[in-house]
């Protein structure tokens, strides 16, 4: 209940503060892609067509691909200036997973401010490059965006957008609360000064993931992080369509964590024991001990989850998970059981 109370209540009723004076910066958007020409052929226009008045340019990194993404970029280059291809043919061995690629894309960037997002993702809307730039300030090196998935039918589609709804609950939160604690390189905005300080992924080139939130995890501060949560900030991905897929998926992600800094291990850690521990104490409360109490803090906890998740999915329009939100409360009890191990499992050393 605190972390609601005192966290995540941060989302709830988070308002933006429009400026006084609207100032555009170039910007560099980089994708990665290693065989995606079919992502690529229908996503990347969504990019090269943004409605953005001041110099800007679409890197695509073609990272060792053996399909047809080199002719789908050609053709695409053809019709769109903005459009710079970095075509990668060798592997670097002692880097696994995306951030060689993606620190080639980096270096290769013409402008201060980059941003980022994945060949299977596709702006919410035209203005996505010049809404993300908008957050940026003297002092703001780091701007946190919102990866949302595309509405479709099916129960794994409404556990994969509740865990990316919990997520940036949680990681949004954070940002405001002052303690940053990771990003999603689905929509992710830095400049380049600050990547090239901390030395690019060097602390953690050894681990296949984490390009995106280990790097935040290192980078940002109460000072130099900004969350942008409009809508037409958006992105959009295609979800897995299977349960085997979502779940090499997250393990990929969980591998990362242990590697946080402590206060974010601890703070993340505490509440997802609390959630973990809460339906079976609950349980055992109601048969062992006082139903009655038990049902009391039930509902209390209940109350204010209702309060707080609301306006929190509205902001992130996820509010049609709002009336299952019980089920998917319920869910995570599983869902930790189900992806424990790969706090401990050593990831795959390729990222695609």
């Known amino acids: 209940m605190l972390y609601y109370l005192v966290l995540y209540v941060r989302l709830a009723l988070y308002k933006t503060h429009k400026k006084d004076i609207s100032q555009t910066h170039p910007v560099t958007v980089i994708i990665c892609a290693r065989d995606e020409a079919a992502n690529l052929a ?58 060689f690629p993606l620190s080639i894309g980096i270096k290769a960037a013409k402008y201060e401010i980059v941003l980022l997002t994945d060949a299977d993702c596709v702006p919410a809307s035209e203005l996505w490059i010049d809404k993300m730039q ?50 999603v390189g689905r929509n992710l905005s830095y400049k380049k000064t600050i990547f090239f300080r901390h030395k690019g992924f060097s602390a953690h ?46 393990q990929r992600h969980y591998s990362t964590g242990k590697y946080y800094k402590p206060k974010h291990k601890f703070l993340l850690g505490a509440y997802s024991f609390s959630q973990f521990v809460f339906y079976p104490l609950l349980a055992a409360s109601l048969i062992f001990y006082c139903w009655q109490l038990a049902l009391i803090v039930f509902g209390v906890r209940f109350l204010i989850q209702a309060i707080v998740l609301y306006p929190a999915m509205k902001k992130l329009n996820e509010q049609d998970l709002y009336p299952a939100f019980l089920f998917f409360d319920i869910w995570m009890f599983f869902y930790y059981l189900i992806f424990a191990a790969s706090i401990v499992k050593k990831p795959k050393q390729s990222w695609k």
């Open 205 to 250: 080139n050894h681990i296949p993931s984490g390009d995106d939130d280990l790097f935040i995890n290192m980078a940002a501060t109460k000072t130099n992080t900004k969350i942008n949560i409009d809508k037409d900030a958006f992105t959009l991905s295609a979800p897995v369509k299977t349960w085997s897929q979502w779940k090499k998926q997250k």
């Open 134 to 183: 908008q957050t940026f300030d003297d002092d703001t090196e780091i701007v946190l965006g919102y990866g949302a998935f595309h509405k479709t039918k099916g129960l794994l589609n409404k556990l994969v957008r509740w865990e990316t709804f919990h997520t940036a609950l949680q990681y949004f939160s954070y940002a405001l609360a002052g303690i940053p604690y990771m990003g």
């Open 42 to 99: 229908k996503n990347l226009p969504g990019s090269l067509l943004q409605q953005y008045r001041t110099t800007h340019e679409i890197i695509v990194v073609n990272d060792n691909s053996f399909d047809d993404s080199k002719y789908v970029l050609e053709e695409l280059q053809r019709q769109f200036r903005q459009l710079n291809i970095v075509e990668l043919k060798q592997e670097a061995k002692l880097i696994p997973g995306k951030k």
